[in-house]
């Protein structure tokens, strides 16, 4: 077995399906939270595989993580649990606190102590991989070079700030204890099952729902866009071949700005699925009130694991972004699913707090 936690999440729900598509693939127990981004309709077609175990938990409950590796015996941890929306952590940090950085040091622990019970067959080639974010190294000028594995950390936001704190965590156990960990630093990913309080999935609901497309500030924000079954087999890659103590970046070689990305997912749409006025999506576009301390451009050097393990995406952005709306278009059920429960409660929450500080009739007459 192999235990993965988060795993009801976006990119942890991917992997696991990803993983259980190889009929040969080992079983997974599945520990996560189920905060309002774990959701268990992503999983929903392995409902009957009984190599896929699994278990409502939170990552900082010892006593839990404890008896699962007791009873399960993994050969490996691949932990994608956290708290990763950036808004989310402006409005109310204290949980990003705790599972990002508590969490992870309750991880740890079990899992070191775990490790140093193997016998040492088992405890050579037991691994832990932590799954981490670009958004540690902070924010680059237009004309820096993209981050390597050498660059600072110069977290921004208290999200990225939580997820430095764990990588320094992963490293140190690593150091001191010799205890056998990958991390990998992943830059902005998008597709199916993605939740729509992101960038991507948010775009294309609203545009279907005939809502505005919201821009942050003046939309020229680069990220470096990665469609998730890259990221997925890039893990894979990572954990079986990957140097221990060793971090690799993983990013898409695909920098777009956000107003490129969003007036790219109008034109698909277009095609896809035109408006019944047969007027473009493009004019749903509103330009909102900037989020505090946005980071102006993340991009990726994804040269080392190509160098050292041989990984490159698959996708390209345009391939990944036309399978990531055709997938939008064909399951209303999973987004039905989402859209009718606490996903509301977080965009009244959202707008309410970003429409504070601004004359909201003038500035945001799209949200009244
Ligand atoms: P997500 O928010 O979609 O999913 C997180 C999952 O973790 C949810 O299922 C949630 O229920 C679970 N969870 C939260 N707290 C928990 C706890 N205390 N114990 C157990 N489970 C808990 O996040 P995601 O986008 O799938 O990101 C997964 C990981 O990848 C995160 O560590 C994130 O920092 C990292 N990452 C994300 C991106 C991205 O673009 N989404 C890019 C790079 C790295
Ligand atoms: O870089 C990796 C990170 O990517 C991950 O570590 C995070 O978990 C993940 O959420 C993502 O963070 P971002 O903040 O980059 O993603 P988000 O989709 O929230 O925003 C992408 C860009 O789009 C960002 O510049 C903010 C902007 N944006 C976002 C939303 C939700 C808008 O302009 N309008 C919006 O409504």
Redesign the pocket.
């Known amino acids: 077995m192999i235990l993965v936690?988060?795993g009801?999440?976006?990119?942890?729900g991917n992997f696991v399906l990803d993983w259980l598509a190889n009929p040969g693939a080992e079983g997974i127990v599945n520990?996560?939270?189920?905060?309002y981004?774990?959701n268990l309709a992503t999983l929903d077609s392995l409902k009957k595989d009984a190599r896929h175990v699994f278990v409502h938990?939170?990552?900082?409950d010892r006593e839990l993580i404890a008896k699962l590796l007791k009873e399960y015996k993994p050969r490996a941890i691949v932990n994608?649990?956290?708290?990763?929306?950036v808004d989310r952590s402006i409005h109310g940090p204290a949980e990003f606190i705790q599972?990002n950085i508590v969490?992870s040091f309750n991880l740890l622990e079990c899992a070191r102590e775990y490790w140093n019970g193997l016998e040492a067959g088992a405890k050579e080639q037991f691994r832990f991989h932590h799954?981490?974010?670009?958004e540690v190294y902070g924010s680059l000028s237009m004309t820096d070079p993209a981050f390597t594995e050498t660059n600072p950390y110069e977290p921004n936001s208290p999200y990225s700030a939580s997820?430095a704190a764990s990588d320094h965590l992963v490293r140190a156990w690593f150091h001191t204890y010799g205890f056998p960990v990958v991390t990998t630093n992943?830059?902005?990913?998008y597709g199916p099952y993605h939740?729509p309080e992101?960038l991507i999935p948010l775009v294309i609901l609203n545009a279907l729902n005939n809502k505005p497309l919201p821009i942050y500030g003046d939309g020229q924000q680069i990220r470096d866009w990665l469609y998730v079954g890259d990221h997925c087999s890039a893990i894979r890659e990572v954990l079986a071949k990957g140097k221990l103590g060793e971090t690799y970046n993983i990013g898409g070689w695909n920098e777009k700005a956000n107003i490129d990305v969003v007036k790219t997912i109008c034109q698909i749409l277009d095609e896809l699925k035109p408006r019944s006025d047969s007027k473009s999506y493009a004019e749903q576009i509103t330009f909102v009130k900037d989020r505090p301390g946005h980071d102006r451009r993340y991009a990726i050097d994804a040269s080392k694991v190509e160098r050292d393990l041989g990984w490159r995406p698959a996708e390209t952005f345009d391939t990944g972004i036309r399978k990531t709306i055709q997938w939008y278009l064909d399951n209303p059920a999973w987004i039905e699913g989402v859209v009718s429960g606490s996903y509301r409660d977080w965009l009244q929450k959202q707008y309410n707090w970003n429409l504070k500080t601004v004359n909201l009739s003038n500035e945001y007459p799209h949200l009244w």
């Open positions: 936690t988060g009801a999440g976006f990119i942890g520990v996560d939270k189920l905060t981004a774990g938990g939170d990552i900082g994608f649990a956290a708290e990763s929306h599972t969490g799954v981490s974010t670009d997820k992943c830059s902005n990913n939740f992101k």
